[in-house]
Structures are given as structure tokens and as C-alpha cells.
């Protein structure tokens, strides 16, 4: 067994450290202004997000691009704009999505060749993704999300050529145990980042064991960040911080500040999930730190 493989199944080898890395995911690919007026849309929104985020201690901003009108889009000419406007306005670290159910990638390897981001999203595997409503007795979306093997090396393969960070995205414990392959082919490499996705429908539920598992599953030496989806988001924010991990929050991720209220901005959030950590004897990482932290190299 390669030494990359024998650490699967064992703890991290680092303590919990003072220091996190906070990322703002700014606007995602299925909410609206219908259900938030606050999610950007425009390049120009995007980047004035960005700089919210970043002042309020985000060191990192995941993106997703979207039209004008507000659907989605994988268009490279877009995902070039985002960045310009983005740099316009600060130094935050560019972390872009990959997602589609298509099985076509063509269009995001381009982007990510192109425009080349430091850090780009990676599924890790198939899977149900839905939403169901208690009020209404039935689904407001039934899909899945394929994620196969040779779709995740085709962006892989891009991701390694334009020297841009995976950060490898796991909805559930299948996801994360199913990276040996990829590191038996050397495609990929440590050190590795994780993103632990809880509480979507047909993924991991929002839970302190399921993320302690999850934990559990990782080669020694690579970082995590969690994602809790909706309102269990600040607790899973919490338990995350409790066990030495990243954070992330975000429109994207969840509307509403801890009281019930809905967001007013993506910099209101961080500036929430800022003060937990703080709470809990941490800091938020500078720009400059959290490229340490995630092995990153100078901006591209």
C-alpha cells in the first residue's frame, strides 16, 4: 500500500490550531432573489460581495456564476469577468465552483485553464440531491447529482495542469473514503483539502458525529472546512471550530443569522460566523495566512 493510502481511515497528525481559514460562498446556482433579494448576481454584484466578505474576515470566496437575469452559466468569458471584478476590489482567494449535472465539462475545464482560480470545487461522487418540504408533503426538487470517476478526472486533469488547488467536496462518507483511486493514480496528490457538506437531502446529516467521522476518513495532514447547509449551519460552524476545522458560510449556503433573521448581506454572515470564532479562543486567517494553510502559491 502507498504511504499516500495508508493514512485513510486515521486522524489528522496536527493539533487544532488557533488560526482559520473562513470562506463566503457568495451566491450559489438554485436560490433566488425571489427567496433572498440580498444573492448577487452580476460580475460587478459578485465582486462587491467578494469585498464585503474579505472585510468582514473571509480569507476565501467560493463562487458560482450566474447571467445577468440570475440563472446559472458556465460561460468562460463570465467566470473571467467575476475574477476581474473580484481583483478590483480585493485580495480575497478565488475558490470557483465545477458542479453541473451534466456530464459535459468542457466548459469549466476551459474556465479553469483559462482563468485559472487558486483554489476550484471538486464532487466527489453521485448521489441524490433534493429538498423536501414538510409544509407542502412533497419535494421542491428530486435530481441527481452524477459525479462519476471520469468526470472527476476529466476536471481533475484540468485543475492539475493550470496549477489551481482541488478542494474536494463530500456530501457523504463514500465521497471521502473514495479518494484512494484517485491517489493510487497519482492523479491526486497530498496534501489535500477537504469540504464536508452536511445537511443536504441525500447526503450526510447535520450532526457532530457525522462530521467526526468524517474527520476520521482523511490521510493524516489534510485540511477541512464544513458546510452545513440552512439554519443547522451555525452548529455545525460551531462544531468545527470545536475540533480544530475550517469554516465556511455564506448565501449560498444559508439566508439566516443565528436570531432568525435573514441576511442583509454576505459580509453580515461572515461577520456572525467571525465572531464564533473568536468566541471559541481562535482568529480568522489573513489572505496571506490561509495560502500557507492551504498550500497555495502566489495569486495567478
Same mark, same amino acid.
Given at each position: 500500500m502507498s504511504d499516500a493510502l495508508a493514512g485513510l481511515g486515521k486522524m489528522p497528525n496536527h493539533e487544532p490550531r488557533d488560526v482559520c481559514v473562513?470562506?463566503?460562498?457568495?451566491t450559489g446556482v438554485l436560490a433566488n432573489r425571489d427567496q433572498c433579494k440580498n444573492i448577487p448576481y452580476t460580475p460587478e454584484e459578485i465582486g462587491e460581495e467578494c469585498r464585503r466578505a474579505h472585510e468582514a474576515g473571509a480569507s476565501v470566496a467560493h463562487i458560482h456564476a450566474r447571467r445577468d437575469d440570475g440563472s446559472p452559466t458556465f460561460d468562460p468569458a463570465v467566470f473571467a469577468r467575476i475574477k476581474e471584478e473580484v481583483r478590483k476590489r480585493s485580495p480575497v482567494i478565488l475558490n470557483y465552483s465545477t458542479g453541473t449535472i451534466l456530464d459535459d465539462v468542457r466548459d469549466q475545464?476551459?474556465?479553469?485553464?483559462?482563468?485559472?482560480?487558486?483554489?476550484a470545487a471538486l464532487n466527489m461522487g453521485t448521489m441524490n440531491y433534493s429538498k423536501y418540504s414538510e409544509k407542502r408533503k412533497y419535494f421542491v426538487f428530486d435530481m441527481v447529482f452524477p459525479n462519476t470517476y471520469e468526470k472527476i478526472i476529466k476536471?481533475?486533469?484540468?485543475?492539475?495542469?493550470?496549477?489551481?488547488?482541488?478542494?474536494?467536496?463530500c456530501f457523504d462518507t463514500g465521497h471521502t473514503h473514495g479518494i484512494w483511486p484517485?491517489?493510487?493514480?497519482?492523479?491526486?496528490?497530498?496534501?489535500?483539502?477537504?469540504?464536508?457538506?452536511?445537511?443536504?437531502?441525500?447526503?450526510?446529516?447535520?450532526?457532530?458525529e457525522s462530521l467526526?467521522?468524517?474527520?476520521?476518513?482523511?490521510?493524516?495532514?489534510s485540511e477541512w472546512e464544513v458546510i452545513g447547509i440552512s439554519r443547522p449551519q451555525w452548529r455545525m460552524i460551531a462544531a468545527a471550530l470545536v475540533l480544530g476545522g475550517n469554516?465556511?458560510?455564506?448565501?449560498?449556503?444559508?439566508?439566516?443569522?443565528?436570531?432568525?433573521?435573514?441576511?442583509?448581506?454576505?459580509? @453580515?454572515?461572515?461577520? @456572525?460566523?467571525?465572531?464564533?470564532?473568536?468566541?471559541?479562543?481562535?482568529?480568522?486567517a489573513t489572505v496571506e495566512e490561509a495560502r500557507k494553510i492551504l498550500g497555495l502559491g502566489a495569486p495567478q
Open positions: 473562513v470562506t463566503c460562498a457568495v475545464c476551459t474556465y479553469i485553464r483559462e482563468t485559472r482560480p487558486e483554489i476536471l481533475l486533469s484540468a485543475m492539475n495542469e493550470a496549477g489551481v488547488r482541488p478542494e474536494l467536496e484517485l491517489l493510487d493514480m497519482g492523479i491526486l496528490k497530498p496534501p489535500l483539502q477537504f469540504s464536508f457538506i452536511l445537511n443536504v437531502l441525500g447526503g450526510i446529516p447535520p450532526t457532530l467526526q467521522l468524517q474527520t476520521k476518513l482523511i490521510p493524516p495532514g469554516i465556511r458560510c455564506g448565501l449560498e449556503d444559508n439566508f439566516y443569522l443565528p436570531n432568525g433573521e435573514i441576511a442583509q448581506s454576505n459580509g @453580515t454572515l461572515v461577520e @456572525t460566523a467571525v465572531r464564533m470564532v473568536r468566541d471559541v479562543g481562535r482568529r480568522p
